[in-house]
């Protein structure tokens, strides 16, 4: 309801008959809001919305308690008098009926209309009572804005003698006959009496003034005087010779105050001290002697800015080309984590069709030698797809509470044997140093790139530094401050000059010969410290070496024993095997591996026809979804197949790291490109943990007939 339709309703208190019913009716053919309160609380209620007059039966107020009435009524501001319409029985008026007039003293405005009445009776009181109303909201209003304008003028009243009080100069407003009707402290302190010159019989003495040509002025000439007859004056220079002081050089001017038919009602004078300003005249006359070495001293001061101007236009342009350099890695890493996503994908048809193919060739060490040589180049290929995702930040990280000292330990062997007999290795590992979350072997890969790229900056020998450690974090770091763990590689070799150090972590940039490196060693270990929440930081001197230090999270829970190496895929049943993925070339490779595994599959090109294939009622042991799906993710498709079928073990295949956090964290994953062994444990694992639990729930009496081998599309 608004605001208009609330303070001009009718509140009705007729809770027995059908008066309420038939006023509100009568009411609102003639378009007046009404509102029929049950009871005497609602209707108190309801004036706190607003309304523009009441309704009351009688009978319904006669023995009830009307104090929360009688108060708002009495709390009123004096514009309103609600209007009160009392229904009484005929007879029952004030002048006749004692409680009438008792009602009357308590209630205020009322307005009897005895029953039964006119329609028409009814009707004409309520806009009248109705007129009244709107007549108070505008008395109101007119007082409201009464009282905003009288405080806007005494506001403007208050800052105006602020303002003139606090002015740094003389104000005098005087009426037509020169008596001062104000003055401010700055006047007073010249004129403490607050007489203007012209009118002080001492005036001509005390007051000296000069025109432009420099000869002394009349009283009658003063700039108070001239005002007084309607002439404006401004800017006269006078000697002022306070009594017992020093002179005081001022500036006096006068202009008119008329009244409203244009004649002189008074003139307001202002003094300005201009001592200062003559002092001033006279220091800038001595100080033109010395110009020269102002000057000179000036322009010194105008190198030193200028220096300093050129000192942070160098420090913008550093920390701009840091931008420009963080958004191209940043842009990189967009191009290589899809480049590499894909490339995984054609990896994972070729790995599984080699596998597969080589089982279905007779054995010829020719052909068992171009196996080979395709296997390793998909392999080298899926090594590779592996660093670009580490430099996007997309790779599928398994982070855990690792001992940095225990883990660079179980290493040194393995680092003595990369970098060779000419580099001696130091580690200075602290053991108290706290738990890292990190991947371990991702870690170990991490350390193990960057000692081989010391070695191979260090062709003569030299030393390998490997620290271990905990200590607050570098703010350029970029990250909160606080201690963190961190490991150092630190080398002895020819270093980086800054061209280079400004493009070391850019993939495929490389200065070793051709065939000698990638150039995505040190892109996959800055990928890596930022994937798992650190930070990377590389510096190095031509000459002198090079430092890398990974600053790596806190791990919240201790450090856990290696994990032992996976078990074989265990024997398991065949079984009914559902493979979702929209990429056909992957499927056809995943379907042909599941099979010749002795599985029968079954193939989906997206989510929505795998989810008519378990909504036809059709049996699946095993649902092997793709993440990346248009339409709808494998996580997607993994939630509402389970809600289908509740014990559906699903395993998700993807290529990606960066899935929604808390969505997946039940669901085992299987990392593409994945050989036939890997889908195999992968598979053998969900089932032989299914078939655990079905061992130990009731048996259902339902039939599960035995599945054929075989592939159906």
């Known amino acids: 309801m608004n605001e208009v339709a609330s303070t001009e309703r009718a509140l009705i208190l007729a809770p027995h008959g059908r008066d309420a019913t038939v006023a509100c009716a009568l009411l609102g053919e003639v378009g007046i809001a009404a509102h029929a309160c049950p009871d005497l609380p609602a209707l108190c209620t309801a004036l706190e919305e607003g309304a523009g007059l009441l309704i009351l039966a009688e009978e319904a107020v006669r023995t ?55 329609p028409t009776t009814l009707v004409s009181v309520v806009r009248t009572c109705l007129r009244g109303r709107r007549r108070q909201y505008e008395a109101r209003a007119r007082l409201v804005e009464r009282e905003r304008l009288l405080a806007d003028l005494a506001d403007e009243r208050a800052r105006f003698e602020t303002l003139v009080e606090h002015l740094p100069v003389g104000v005098n407003l005087m009426d037509r006959n020169g008596r001062t009707i104000l003055s401010n402290p700055a006047f007073r302190r010249f004129l403490p009496d607050c007489v203007i010159p012209s009118r002080r019989p001492d005036g001509e003495e005390t007051w000296i003034g000069y025109d432009e040509q420099g000869r002394s002025l009349s009283r009658d000439r003063f700039p108070g005087a ?212 990190i991947d371990p072997n991702q870690l170990e890969l991490a350390i193990l790139n960057l000692a081989v790229n010391a070695r191979d900056s260090m062709p003569d020998g030299g030393t390998l530094t490997v620290t271990v450690d905990e200590a607050p974090v570098p703010v350029a770091s970029g990250l909160p401050p606080g201690s963190y763990p961190y490991v150092s590689v630190r080398d002895t070799g020819t270093g980086m000059d800054e061209a280079t150090l400004a493009r070391a972590i850019e993939p495929f940039f490389s200065t070793k010969g051709i065939g000698k490196g990638t150039g995505l060693g040190l892109s996959m270990v800055h990928g890596l410290a930022v994937q798992s929440g650190g930070a990377f930081r590389l510096s190095s001197v031509p000459g002198q070496g090079t430092l890398v230090e990974l600053w790596l999270p806190k791990a919240t829970t201790p450090a856990q024993a290696a994990e032992l190496p996976p078990a074989p895929a265990a024997d398991v049943s065949p079984a009914v095997v559902l493979v979702v993925d929209d990429d056909a070339l992957i499927a056809m490779s995943t379907v042909d591996m599941l099979a010749d595994l002795g599985h029968t599959v079954l193939e989906a090109g997206s989510g929505v026809e795998a989810l008519e294939l378990l909504r036809s009622g059709q049996t699946v042991d095993l649902l092997l979804t793709d993440y990346a799906m248009p339409g709808m993710t494998g996580v997607e498709l993994a939630q509402v197949a389970r809600a289908m079928v509740p014990d559906l073990p699903v395993l998700l295949a993807t290529g990606y790291a960066d899935l929604p956090e808390g969505v997946v964290a039940d669901l085992p994953r299987l990392a593409k490109p994945y050989t036939q062994h890997q889908l195999a444990v992968a598979t053998a694992k969900l089932l032989a943990e299914t078939a655990r639990t079905s061992a130990h729930a009731e048996p259902s009496g339902g039939l599960h007939l035995e599945p054929q081998t075989g592939i159906h599309r």
């Not at 319409?85 to 307005?111: F, K, M, Y």
């Not at 193919?357 to 171009?370: I, N, W, Y």
């Not at 660093?387 to 225990?406: E, H, I, K, N």
């Open 64 to 118: 009830a308690d009307l104090q929360g009435l009688v108060a708002w009524i009495g709390a009123q501001p004096p514009w309103s008098d609600l209007p009160v319409i009392l229904l009484t029985l005929r007879g029952d008026g004030a002048e006749r009926t004692p409680e009438a007039a008792r009602l009357t003293e308590l209630l205020g405005n009322v307005t009897f209309v005895e029953r039964p009445f006119h």
């Open 226 to 437: 001239c005002a007084l007859r309607g002439e404006t004056v401004s800017g006269i220079e006078f000697v002022h010779h306070p009594a017992g002081g020093e002179p005081v050089w001022t500036r006096v001017s006068g202009v008119p105050v008329r009244d409203a038919t244009g004649k002189p009602a008074g003139a307001l004078t202002v003094i300005v001290d201009i001592s200062d300003q003559k002092a001033a005249q006279e220091a800038l006359q001595r100080l033109t002697a010395t110009l020269e070495s102002k000057v000179q001293e000036r322009t010194r001061e105008l190198a030193a800015t200028l220096d300093q101007l050129r000192d942070e236009i160098r420090d913008r342009e550093r920390a701009e080309e840091q931008l420009r350099q963080t958004q191209k890695l940043e842009t990189l890493g967009q191009l290589t984590g899809g480049v590499a996503h894909d490339f995984n994908n054609l990896l994972m048809a070729i790995l599984g069709n080699l596998e597969l193919l080589r089982k279905r060739l007779p054995a010829d060490p020719t052909t068992e030698r171009l196996f080979d040589g395709a296997m390793q180049g998909a392999r080298r290929g899926a090594t590779l797809t592996q660093r670009l995702l580490a430099f996007a930040r997309r790779q599928d990280l398994q982070p855990q509470a690792v001992d940095l000292a225990g883990l660079l330990d179980g290493m040194k062997t393995l680092l003595e044997r990369s970098v060779g007999p000419r580099v001696v290795i130091r580690i200075d590992a602290r053991p108290a140093t706290v738990p890292a979350l």
